[in-house]
C-alpha cells in the first residue's frame, strides 16, 4: 500500500469550474506541503500546512491531522492553473514522501 | 529574497563521462536534498545533506555522490553517465521541513 494516495491521478475540467484534490496518507506527520509542477518546470511549494486550512488567492489548502486527509481547492479555475499537483507530507525526520500527483487540465 | 538557485539550467554530456551539478539554497535553509525526475515520472530522492553530511540516501547507486559546502551550498556529482541518467534534477532547500525547490538542471546523456 503507498503511503500517500492521491485523486484523482487525472483531472480534465472547464474553465471556472471548482476543483478539489485529495491526499490521504497512512503515517504520522507534522505537517504537509502542496506543491505545483509545470510541464518541464521546476516545482513550487504552494503550501505547508499542519493544521486547519490555508489560503492564498484562488487557492485554499485543508487538513485533518487526526484523519490523516488533506485537500487542495481551485476557486474559479483557469487554464493557467493547468499543472501536475503534488501532496508531500513531511517525516518526522523532516523528509518527504511524495505522492504519484494528480495532472489538472483545465480548458478555456 | 533569493530562493533556490541550481546550475546549470541545461546540460549535455556523453555516455561514460562525469557531471557536477551546483545548488545555492535559500537564505536560512540548512538542509538541502537531491531529487532526479525522468520524463513523465515523479522526483525519485537521491540524498539529503544536512550539516555537511549526507543524512539519508535513496536508492542510488554509488556513482551518485554530492558534497554540502559550509555555506551550505551543495553539489552532485554522477560519475560513469549512462542514458538513463537523462533527467531532471532537483535541488530542494529547507529548514524544519520547509522546503523550497530549484528550477533544476536538466541533463541529458548522448
Known amino acids: 500500500k503507498n503511503e500517500v494516495e492521491q485523486s484523482p491521478q487525472n483531472l480534465t475540467a472547464q474553465e471556472g469550474e471548482f476543483i478539489t484534490i485529495n491526499c490521504s496518507y497512512s503515517?504520522?506527520?507534522?505537517?504537509l506541503h502542496w506543491l505545483q509542477q509545470h510541464p518541464g518546470g521546476g516545482i513550487v511549494s504552494l503550501f505547508m500546512l499542519s493544521s486547519g486550512k490555508k489560503k492564498h488567492g484562488r487557492l485554499i489548502a485543508t487538513i485533518n491531522i487526526q484523519e490523516k486527509h488533506s485537500s487542495l481547492h481551485i476557486t474559479a479555475s483557469h487554464p493557467r492553473d493547468s499543472a501536475v499537483y503534488i501532496c508531500a507530507p513531511i517525516y518526522s525526520n523532516y523528509q518527504l514522501i511524495w505522492g504519484a500527483g494528480t495532472k489538472l487540465i483545465i480548458k478555456p | 529574497d533569493a530562493g533556490v538557485t541550481q546550475s546549470p539550467t541545461h546540460l549535455i554530456k556523453t555516455r561514460g563521462q562525469q557531471v557536477t551539478l551546483r545548488c545555492s539554497p535559500k537564505?536560512?535553509?540548512?538542509?538541502v536534498s537531491w531529487y532526479q525526475q525522468a520524463l513523465g515520472q515523479g522526483p525519485q530522492f537521491i540524498f539529503q545533506?544536512?550539516?555537511?553530511?549526507?543524512?539519508q540516501r535513496g536508492n542510488f547507486p554509488d556513482r551518485f555522490s554530492g558534497h554540502q559546502f559550509p555555506n551550505y551550498s551543495s553539489e552532485l556529482n554522477v560519475n560513469a553517465l549512462l542514458l538513463g541518467d537523462s533527467a531532471l534534477y532537483l535541488c530542494a532547500s529547507s529548514s524544519r521541513g520547509g522546503y523550497t525547490f530549484g528550477s533544476g538542471t536538466r541533463l541529458t546523456v548522448v
Open positions: 503515517v504520522g506527520i507534522s505537517a
Open positions: 545533506y544536512y550539516e555537511e553530511e549526507e543524512r
Open positions: 537564505s536560512g535553509h540548512d538542509t
